[in-house]
């Protein structure tokens, strides 16, 4: 599947895409790459958390509660 396809079929199902990137010096172009991806309102999360925590480097309660809030109710 092409990224192009990706794109076109998260367009379709209407899900909000949010994206978690760590600031990688050697990959500056890791934002620019993976911004089309953000469709349907979708954006990318702050990575200002010390990766040296676990928890705080993946915040998955977080990741949790935002796919939730934008899921059909039916």
Do not use: H
Request: proline share 5%; glycine share 6%; with cysteine.
């Amino acid at each position: 599947m092409t990224k192009q396809q990706v794109i076109t079929e998260l367009t379709n199902s209407g899900a909000r895409v949010y994206i978690s990137l760590w600031e990688d010096p050697d990959y500056p172009w890791l934002d620019g790459y993976y911004g089309d991806l953000l469709v349907n309102s979708g954006e990318f999360d702050a990575c200002d958390i010390n990766a040296a925590d676990l928890a705080g480097k993946y915040p998955l309660e977080e990741l949790r509660d935002r796919i939730m809030a934008d899921w059909p109710a039916d």
